[in-house]
């Protein structure tokens, strides 16, 4: 089962970095509070059931090189409880209503939701409230945090095969910009941190001109927007300074390479290379090149390199969507035996391929009735078009995004796709991972 931890690996760790429409018109109604809140209002009536979400526009990215790991962090810390709800008790008031709630962060955002049955709306709406304003950032809930971040991290990285394969990418990718360093942070930075600099961060990221709230599924509009004057009108507005990136990386001019080795039975082959954000016309463009070079068994280097010149047991090429310039990754396991630098030119020449000729009429019709299949199946449930809301506007202040992405994608052209790959999926532009197991060290 190895051959597959990295693609859990970054399905884990970049969980809701991208996002797809849907072809169906998604309707909402979007408001700002004068604290500066947006609010987003979606409804459907179908199910008898609500998701009350927010998004802080707060990740890693948003942190000091001195003190990584907040933002995820706080994902943490939000549970311990607040003013008004005991330790610990804050799952149990979902949960006893007969709903769900999670969490998660990413270099860009965190974000928290509830799915409640709809006669629980004003339950959640007061919970995400108190955990925006009232949120217990003592030194008993910030000790017992500091213990399960520090375990997550040995367990999710430190012992899971590949588990770092994103780091070293990225801290060989970014020299700049704080993408270099994980979501998860450095464990003595958190370790080493005072309860103040967590009051702080609170202070100045979880405020509700940060925050973007999501209202969908089977709600009365007018009854919301009561409740949510009522929960949120008066929290106050934030006035302290957010930290946001404003260097970026100068263009790469020769390539970055690494080899590590780790306790893994199966090498990897990783080649990184810097593309533009998330929303940009190129993203789209290389997102679907990917999907000519990936996805499937039809795909260009599966037809390759496992069916025609079995080298490899599996490959796979995808997009990180970051909120800034981000990456595009393609990776190969190979076959036992098989030479690595013979991997890396066969990786290279299935590219090469993409400069020098248009893919055809046919892969072209393919991918974008892959695409079409996702957008459609994309928002079918009511989690994923809450979260798709908060997305757009908090990346791009732009919500209707959820109706426009599906054009974008079919706006690009076969000779976009031979562009962008002309234009990022050279030797200079790239970063370069061999990832060998640890006996393959002394050789």
């Known amino acids: 089962m190895q051959k597959f931890k990295l693609t859990l690996v970054i399905a884990c760790l970049f969980t809701g970095l991208g996002m797809h429409a849907q072809s169906n018109k998604i309707e909402f109604e979007e408001f700002d509070l004068d604290n500066g809140l947006r609010v987003i209002l979606h409804q459907d009536n179908t199910t008898p059931i609500v998701n009350i979400s927010v998004m802080y526009h707060v990740g890693s990215k948003n942190e000091t090189p001195e003190l990584t790991g907040f933002a995820h962090f706080f ?10 709800i005991g330790r610990h008790e804050y799952s149990n008031y979902v949960e006893n209503a007969g ?23 004003e339950l959640g709406l007061w919970l995400e409230s108190e955990r925006m304003l009232h949120a217990v950032v003592d030194s008993i ?9 520090i375990e997550e991290k040995k367990q999710r990285y430190d012992n899971t095969p590949y588990g770092d394969i994103l780091k070293v990418t990225f801290e060989g990718a970014y020299k700049k910009h704080p993408y270099q360093w994980p979501v998860i942070g450095d464990p003595e930075h958190i370790m080493n941190a005072k309860d103040q600099d967590f009051v702080d961060f ?14 969908a599924g089977d709600i009365d509009k007018a009854e919301a927007k009561e ?48 593309i533009p954000a998330l929303g940009t016309d190129d993203y789209y463009a290389m997102d679907m090149l990917n999907q000519v070079l990936s996805k499937g068994q039809s795909s260009r280097l599966h037809k390759s390199l496992v069916d025609k010149q079995e080298k490899a047991m599996m490959v796979g090429s995808f997009s990180m969507g970051l909120e800034d310039p981000g990456m595009t990754l393609a990776y190969v396991f190979p076959n036992t035996g098989v030479d690595n630098a013979a991997i890396e030119e066969a990786m290279v020449a299935e590219i090469e391929k993409m400069h020098n000729e248009l893919i055809s009429e046919k892969e072209f019709a393919k991918i974008k009735n892959q695409i079409e299949n996702t957008s459609i199946n994309g928002n079918r449930k009511l989690a994923t078009i809450a979260e798709n809301l908060a997305t ?27 562009r962008v790959a002309k234009k990022y999926l050279n030797e200079k532009n790239r970063v370069a991972i061999i990832y060998l197991p640890k006996t393959a060290e002394a050789n």
Request: with cysteine.
């Open 75 to 84: 994902e943490h810390l939000m549970f311990e409880g607040t003013k008004n």
């Open 141 to 149: 809930g910030i000790a017992t945090q500091k213990r399960v971040v």
């Open 99 to 121: 709903g769900t709630l999670n969490a998660n962060t990413s270099n860009d955002r965190t974000y928290y939701y509830e799915i409640l049955p709809s006669n629980q709306l």
């Open 227 to 274: 409740l949510v004057n009522k929960y949120f009108a008066e929290i106050p507005k934030g006035t302290k300074p957010m930290l946001r990136p404003t260097e970026f990386e100068d263009p790469q001019t020769a390539e970055v390479r690494d080899t590590v080795y780790r306790a893994v039975q199966i090498p990897v082959i990783l080649h990184a290379y810097h």
């Open 202 to 215: 609170y202070d100045t990221y979880y405020v509700p001109n940060n925050a973007c709230l999501v209202v």
């Open 392 to 418: 757009s506007y908090t990346y791009f202040e732009n919500t209707n995004l959820v109706n426009e992405e599906l054009d974008k994608y079919l706006a690009v052209t076969r000779e976009d796709i031979q």
